[in-house]
């Protein structure tokens, strides 16, 4: 079967998922039914109502009944998932816990969780609790060991050149000109999400071309960054008001021309001549025997022996990457930017180095 790229496919999530190929999709993001268990309705002080979810796709029997359809759906997306795929996961203090333990349970692997912070959130009117001001998303891998595709310099390129954390303060919520109204003028999706969000995600997490889906589609945002940044995608809708809503929205999202140059955001070491720690020892940019630190720490060294392995100061033998793992408690490493030599009075980084040797070159 082939992939149904970029179309809304109509119907309950998990019977859809499970009419998909094996291992065909690069990344999912999940925005699952929250679960609110609202009992009565809310108001603001002036007793206006508030718009909260209380629509039918959120309402569970009971945590068991939630636990059973959160398993089904995770379990689908498994299954489409390439073993280099990754999955994103948002949710409120109601579920994203549930969610997050039964993930660990069908072997997905944590990478990080991530706390979207909302600059203008509703305000807790009774004053009883504390006014929730995010919500947090799970990136996950499907398992532990498995390669995923993580964009860092493109991160970092959207943080003024600075890693990016975990704590990520987008404005606004989906208001204004991005917000869906309906007919009458009101919300035409309960949890709307702003494009910057599924932006970022979706450049973290994705290449051109790659395939993103969206079991959850509801107003199509995820459908809307994907076109904009050249990546294939699936939408799951189950609701048609929502289907004909995010279909006229994707058609009507302006996306720019691919160029290849111009959309290519890996980093420019992975995509430079490659170069070999032993290249540099074989070549007399590094000689045996010369002493290198980690992370500029003169108490943490190696010495560099002639077969282009390091022999570090308590004894441990290994590549540039395996002793850099070794001194940082087994946590993954690259060698090239933690080991550093001394060069005419300064440390310099493995990397600035091989850049030096990149240019000699050509």
């Not at 094996?22 to 609202?38: E, G, K, R």
Request: proline residues 4%; contains cysteine; hydrophobic residues 40%.
């Amino acid at each position: 079967m082939d992939l149904p790229l970029n179309t809304i496919l109509q119907g309950d999530c998990i019977e859809v998922l499970e009419g998909l190929p094996l291992n065909s999709v690069d990344l999912i993001f999940a925005d699952p039914p929250y679960n609110l268990q609202l009992r009565n309705e809310l108001h603001r002080p002036n007793r206006t109502k508030v718009d909260a979810v209380t629509d039918d796709w959120d309402q569970f029997d009971s945590f068991a009944a939630y636990d059973v359809f959160t398993r089904a759906w995770l379990s689908a997306c498994k299954r489409v998932l390439k073993p280099t795929g990754s999955i994103w996961v948002i949710g409120s203090y109601h579920n994203i816990f549930r969610v997050g333990a039964l993930m660990q349970d069908l072997g997905y692997w944590m990478l990080n969780d991530v706390i979207w912070v909302k600059t203008n959130p509703m305000p807790n009117f009774r004053g009883v609790r504390f006014t929730n001001a995010h919500e947090t998303l799970i990136w996950a891998s499907t398992g532990e060991g498995a390669r995923y595709t993580f964009n860092h310099q493109a991160m970092k390129g959207l943080n003024d050149d600075k890693q990016m954390r975990s704590d990520w303060w987008i404005t606004p919520l989906a208001t204004g000109a991005e917000r869906l109204k309906d007919e009458n003028g009101e919300k035409a999706h309960s949890t709307q999400k702003p494009e910057a969000l599924l932006y970022r995600v979706i450049l973290a997490s994705t290449h051109p071309g790659d395939v993103v889906l969206d079991p959850f589609f509801g107003s199509g945002t995820t459908g809307v960054a994907a076109k904009r940044l050249h990546r294939q995608w699936i939408g799951i809708e189950r609701e048609e008001k929502y289907i004909q809503l995010a279909r006229q929205r994707i058609q009507e999202a302006e996306s720019a021309p691919f160029d290849e140059k111009t959309f290519e955001i890996r980093s420019r070491r992975k995509a430079a001549r490659r170069v070999p720690f032993s290249v540099l020892l074989e070549s007399g940019y590094l000689i045996s025997g010369q002493k290198l630190y980690f992370q500029r720490d003169a108490h943490r060294s190696a010495l560099i022996k002639p077969d282009a392995h390091l022999r570090t100061a308590d004894g441990f033998e290994g590549s540039i990457h395996q002793a850099a793992r070794h001194y940082a408690d087994e946590a993954p490493c690259n060698g090239w930017d933690l080991w550093f030599l001394e060069e005419n009075g300064e440390l310099i980084s493995l990397d600035a180095l091989r850049e030096r040797f990149r240019a000699s070159i050509g």
